[in-house]
């Protein structure tokens, strides 16, 4: 299994690399489905199959298509003919090096389990803690027969209810400026 | 060897099975350049159904077709385009020309018209008229498919025989009667007698 | 309010797609009308325009089918002078194929009915030369004269 | 062989179902081609191919033979890497598609007709379905062409507007049933086939589902008169063979996954599955699969009865229709079966 793991992370990375670097944006394109495709795999490794299955549906069905006519729909000849350097990518290379550094090592000396939610970390009362984590303990039994979906509706509904609504707004407030923006007179 | 094998056993050679699926699966391209395309057409469709020999899949793109019909008068201008065409279509590949116009111009005397495609394309079968039935090119395409399957038929001269192995039931044979028109000269007196009428 | 309902129910009904879907079920349904060519004979009409036929025993050497032919795909050759005298059946006898468009124009004008068109439709060759036919190789079939001749007297006597 | 070995039970039983359904389906797809042009021919009052063996029944296989013994072009101006493997691009995701496809009840622990019984089963065919896009969009583009291209960009769009319809109507599905799962879907309908009660999903879907395939009279992407041949146009030979392949699985898989969906899958209504299935497992596991295999095939000889009815779509209508009218139906559709769904939980 670890050996699969690394396996399935260095091809990942090697498609996150090949996005950047790749001279074509089509190649860019492709090594990115790919690497959507090894994030599904090892969302599907941790027994998050909903995960995995939105992921491919929505980023390699979805998004990326959007994508792809981008690069179909620019004039790949002339891209073709531009002189690309790819002398930008080393300060961002650093600056993401330095990045993951930072919280690695942040990770690596911190007492932080992924099974607590984040709202456990924020709690400084102890008896706060002990009750939020009795009420956790009783929904992760009650959770061990759920499906993989419903367990995911119950964190998305219920402890991130707010943040995901927000986020739905944003996303709303989002899709009216670009209409707003594509149409030519309002 | 055959004798060791019950009589059911059938041998052939993968040469035989390779031809026959090509041979039944001459798919068209869609193609015509005059009236001739019409009876093309008119050989697609319901009456004449050039789909029971499994040709009915026109392809647009030459790149799926297998036999090229070149349907009608072939120009100067066009010759090209119908050359390019054609070298655009994988092999193998085969040509049908339908009527006289790709046989040597047809009506169209001109300097404007190809006299006949055979300088262009090697033509498989040729079907003469102006424009042949539909029937006529059916019958082109059972002789493209006997060409297919036994190539050696294409190589020996035959005039308009019947098709080499298919049986061809209630054909009319040469000097056979027509039992309509006989009846008719019968009930006026007359008698025929090995294709000859003879008054009574 | 009825038109509006009426028009609700069909915006939900499609009844135009319901009835194109029964036109084409109707046809799913009745005698298919494909004739099974290699294996029946097609019903040809009467006057069907096929391959000339010529009866080289009763032609005249007129040569009234050369000068009619738009195409020039017939030629006639005349025996010599000495023989026209007493048989009159062409030297040699051309009829190209290669360039025939069935116009039955060479038909009318034949003083003695020897060319005429047959219901011979199946003519494709393998081979470009094998169109060209001569004296020797035209096949013709007398049945087939004897049927147009059977067919033009009942027109004749149908007309008063 | 040892059957309850664990090698057996987690790899070496899975391994042959997948090859068994893997003929299968292919088989199925070679004479969904052949029902297909018969039944054309009978829509269209003549015969259809018949002189290929008896009845025709040779054709696909003369067809598929011919095309892999063609001649594979790739064109001068295509990127040789990407025209190879944009074919795989497409037929991989419409055979993967097949493995959560439950055909008939379970005859033993062992002997079920379905590869896997994953709980997302639905989520993972809109997202396998989903990717059928790619070999579409890549071989337009890589054939170096301009028609494959409008064809591929024109059917990328389609594919993407008209998924959206397509999963709300199934969604409603879901719903119904409580469950990701194509068996408890299938189970839910026991009594009742949800065409009844999602009659109007089941409209959405089957128009989404022609547009998602790319079948007449939504097949904009082939339209032969404007694009040549759309996005296989410069394929030829055993690729092009497996575009067909493709499309052709794609018909099938809708033709299942409705029958699941919408018609009740395996299960004939009011009919005591479980009791039986416990006295004569092997009997009626066999029923239910001819069950579910006459229901399939009456779906797609109505798909194909569509086929021959409908003219093609203008372009802009065809976006019309699908953003216009079916999305705000099949969302109507869903908010109403929640509301049903939440009253009747009160």
Known sequence: MTIGWILLSLMIALCALGVVLARSPISSAISLLIGFVGVAILYLALKAEFVAAVQILVYAGGILVLYLFGIMLTDNEALRLTRQTHLQAWPVFVLILVLFLAVGHKLYHSDYTPQQPARLLMLTDQSQVQALQNRLAQEAGAAQHATNPQRVARVLYGDYLYPFEAASVLLLVAVLGAVFLAKKDV | ?200 | MPGALNRLVRMVTFPELASGLAVTFKWFRKPKVTEFYPDARPVLPYRTKGRLHVEIETCISCRMCEKACPEDCIKVYPPPKEVFKTDKRPAQFYISLEHCIHCGMCVDPCPTGSIHHSMEFELATYNKDELLFNKETLPYDLAIKHFRQGLLENVEQKSP | MDWNSPFMLTVGLPLLKIVILLGVVAFCVAYTVWLERRLLGFFQSRVGPNRVGPAGLIQPIADGLKLILKEDIIPTNARPFLFRIAPIFAVVPAFAGFAIVAFAPPAGPRASFLISDANIGILYLLAITSLGVFGIVLGGWASGSKYPLFGSLRSASQMLSYEVPLTFSVLSVILMAGSFRLDDIIQAQGKLPFLVPLILAFGVYVISAVAETNRAPFDLPEAESELVGGFHTEYSGMRFAFYFLAEYANVVLVCCVATSLFLGGYKIPFLPYETLLAAHPWTVSLIGLAVFAVKAVAFLYFYIWIRATFPRYRYDQLLKIGWKVLLPISLLNLLLVAGIKLAMLR
């Not at chain 2, 469709?45 to 040709?55: E, L, N, Q, V, W």
């Not at chain 2, 201008?77 to 279509?89: G, I, N, S």
């Not at chain 2, 019947?162 to 008698?191: C, F, N, Q």
């Open chain 2, 1 to 200: 060897m055959t004798d060791s094998y019950p009589s059911w056993v059938g041998f052939t050679k993968l040469d035989w099975a390779l031809d026959y699926c090509r041979r039944n699966s001459l798919w068209p391209m869609t193609f015509g350049l005059a009236c001739c395309a019409i009876e093309m057409i008119a050989t697609s469709a319901s009456r004449y159904d050039i789909s029971r020999f499994g040709s009915e899949v026109f392809r647009p793109s030459p790149r799926q077709s297998d036999v090229m019909i070149i349907a009608g008068t072939v120009t100067e201008k066009m010759a090209p385009l119908v050359r390019r065409l054609y070298d655009q279509m994988p092999d193998p590949k085969w040509v049908i020309g339908m009527g006289v116009c790709t046989v040597a111009g047809g009506p169209f005397d001109t300097y404007a018209v190809l006299q006949g495609v055979t300088g262009l394309l090697p033509v498989d079968v040729f079907v003469p008229g102006c424009p042949p039935r539909p029937e006529a090119l059916l019958y082109a395409l059972l002789k493209l498919q006997d060409k297919i399957h036994r190539p050696e038929v294409a190589r020996q001269r035959n005039f308009h025989g019947p098709l080499t192995d298919r049986p061809t039931k209630g054909w009319m044979k040469k000097g056979e009667e027509i039992p309509e028109v006989v009846a008719a000269y019968e009930s006026k007196g007359h008698t025929v007698q090995s294709g000859q009428l003879v008054k009574g």
